[in-house]
């Protein structure tokens, strides 16, 4: 059943870059921005991690933290941190359990060819770990924006 505004977000705990851990229940009491995204270092990819990186204060102001969700390894999290600078956590999820609990693990077709990949997508979260508000196949211009105005405007 695909989640929905008001549902509990699904518990989570996944290892993040430089050797974190990262859980929702541990992040509960602020709002959280969950974006899935499908492959560091790739051009769509990396444009939305620059541009939450870019707001990263605006998202501290309004009480968010900014989490970048992929079934990528921790190693290239790393890399991928290093090389743009990226200041907010990145969590790996190579069994893909949380991006399947999220129904972001989809089938994807591309030149006829069908495969499972991560649909492009954000989740945001409220302080006490419901779904605010979910943007499906998110088109990356003026994304992050959107996403720091709904933050803000979220109690």
């Known amino acids: 059943m695909p989640l929905d505004t008001g549902d509990h977000a699904p518990a989570f705990t996944l290892p993040g870059a430089g050797g974190a851990e990262i ?19 790739t051009s769509g990819c990396t444009l939305e991690a ?11 102001e309004a009480g968010a ?15 991928f941190r290093a090389k743009y600078d990226l200041t907010f ?5 190579e069994s893909k359990a949380m991006l399947e609990a999220y129904g972001v693990w989809v089938e994807k077709s591309m030149y006829g060819r069908k495969y499972m990949g991560v649909e492009r997508t954000t989740v945001l979260i409220d302080a006490q770990g419901r779904i605010a ?12 924006e959107e996403v720091l105005a709904a933050a803000r405007a979220l109690a």
């Open 89 to 93: 956590p990145l969590a790996s999820d």
């Open 65 to 79: 933290v900014v989490v970048g969700v992929s079934p990528d390894s921790v190693k290239s999290h790393d890399k």
């Open 133 to 144: 508000r979910i943007w499906p196949k998110v088109k990356v211009p003026g994304h992050a």
């Open 23 to 41: 859980s929702l229940d541990a992040l509960l009491g602020r709002k959280v921005v969950l974006y899935f995204y499908p492959k560091d270092d």
């Open 50 to 60: 620059q541009g939450f990186n870019a707001l990263g204060d605006a998202f501290a």
